[in-house]
């Protein structure tokens, strides 16, 4: 396999709820969600089901042929989605759903530009990197797409500055996840959302991270009661199996005419199975509420964390999103934490990140932060090595 990916020295065989084990049987608490895609929890039984059932009845149909599974799931999304997000663009992945927002906002406006945040992340293939802050990620592969500028996060003087008469949208995270898990200043969104109604541009939210019920709302933007033009979903929607999903008002997405827009696998009846029984858990196990209560408790442990330990600066985040800053680079503490059984993403060299399933228990909450506690404690106390840091994945 193309070595990209910053590898983490474990075999993962078997997942269940919000356990994984390796090959040799070993146990380990996933704080990672496989970065967010696991919201249901792993081989959660109704997905599972969905997934047998549909395998045995048809795995592929063309978006060019109707299919009752693809229907099913498309009258799930719009009955729980805000009722100006009514039509929907089937893909695989996060990546995928940006494109399609970046086309769209190209086709519907009839403009080039596109304003961007500093830090943010939304994918790797060419339209998403050119929207993608990080230089460790575009240099390689300049040039990219022209017509795109970068401004400060939760800046709305410079974005004021920098919208034109070339300018299609603004896209954003409404928190941003790779970067560092940053939540913007009070207010933003809706003022973001004022902005690009008086400038008569679109707002594109990028949800890839923050939705499906990660920060204890279907969509991160219900929090601060905002409704984008474009949004994008992917991760957990499908239970872990590959989707992606761009939603808009009818009139944007309808500037797309047929064949202007396509993907072989988009609307793939075993990923829109997968998916129906996704939300469906969602709504019946209260899966939105689980994230407030078990974030707000997951937050309040590493806040306790952080008044014991001084090398933890801040603990920030919403519902299941939690990032947690140190002073120091935290790829020993990931290892440590590996090491006895606890699996937890890094966001940047100094932050530690945690997308757990939902379902995530007390219980684990708490082995969760006993292990933290040790090692961090270690790291304090000079026993435990700083390693060099590694290539983000
Ligand atoms: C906010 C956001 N947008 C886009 C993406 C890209 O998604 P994918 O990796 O499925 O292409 C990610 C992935 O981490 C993300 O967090």
Known sequence: MANVYAKRPVVIVKGKADLLWDQNGKEYIDCTGSYGSCVVGYCHPRVVEAIKNQSEKLTSCHVSMYNDSRSELLQRIIRIAPKNLEKVFLSNSGAEAVECALKLARKYTGKKEIVAMMGAYHGKTFGSLSATWDRKYRDPFLPLLPGIRHVPYGNMERLRENINFETAAVIAEPIQGESGVKVPPEGFLKQLRELCDEKEILLILDEIQTGFGRTGMLFAFQHWDVVPDITC????????????????????????????HSTTYGGNPLACAAATASIEVLEEENLLEKARLQGDYFT?????????????????????????????????????????????????????????PLVITREHIDRTIQVLDEIIGEKESGRLPNKPPEKNA
């Open 233 to 260: 979903l992917a991760k957990g929607v499908a239970g872990g199996i590959p989707i992606g999903l761009t939603l808009s008002r009818n009139e944007i997405m309808s500037s797309l005419k047929v064949g202007e």
């Open 300 to 356: 309040s442990r590493l806040n306790q964390l952080k008044d014991k330990h001084k090398v933890t600066r801040e603990v920030r985040g919403l519902g299941l999103m939690i990032g947690v800053e140190t002073r120091f680079e935290v790829l020993d503490i990931i290892l440590g934490s590996i090491e006895r059984g606890v699996l937890i993403l890094d966001a940047g060299r100094n932050v530690l990140r945690f997308l757990p």
